[in-house]
């Protein structure tokens, strides 16, 4: 054995012992990976459930809006015709009503004199006599 097959195997025994240090990390690292993918299949197969339920959720929250949206279109509907019935009767019963004080203050009016004071009530003009 000569001194060159010395050095070879010397250098083999360092490079051996080199690569059994290196593979320890490297299944450490192995077993993480492992985890990771156990990780992400638990997680894959709890995701998909709850994305089934959230696009049910969705659904009804959206049959649910559309039932809020014909009531409110109702009550507006509702209220136009409250409006349009409050015009209608003021018009109808406002315009007469109008017209009855109207007559009924030019009537009080004609049955006062000049100076304010009905003229059947005033003392100094009925004749009577001064005490």
Do not use: C, W
């Not at 195997?9 to 490079?15: G, N, P, R, S, Y």
């Not at 997680?43 to 089934?52: D, K, Q, V, W």
Request: glycine share 8%; hydrophobic share 45%.
């Amino acid at each position: 054995m000569s001194g060159a097959d010395i050095a070879g195997l010397i250098a083999a025994l360092v490079f051996a012992i080199l690569v059994a240090l290196l593979a320890k990390p490297i299944l450490k690292l192995t077993a993480v990976f492992e985890e990771l993918i156990i990780t992400i299949r638990s997680l894959n197969g709890e995701a998909t459930p709850l994305i089934g339920e959230l696009t049910k959720t969705v659904q009804t929250t959206n049959s649910q809006l559309e039932k809020v949206d014909d009531i409110t279109n109702n009550v507006s509907d509702a209220s136009a015709n409250v409006s349009a019935l409050s015009s209608l009767v003021t018009s109808t019963v406002g315009q007469p009503l109008i017209k009855v004080a109207s007559f009924s203050y030019g009537l009080k009016k004609a049955m006062r004199g000049d100076d304010g004071t009905e003229q059947a009530q005033n003392p100094h003009t009925s004749g009577g006599t001064d005490q």
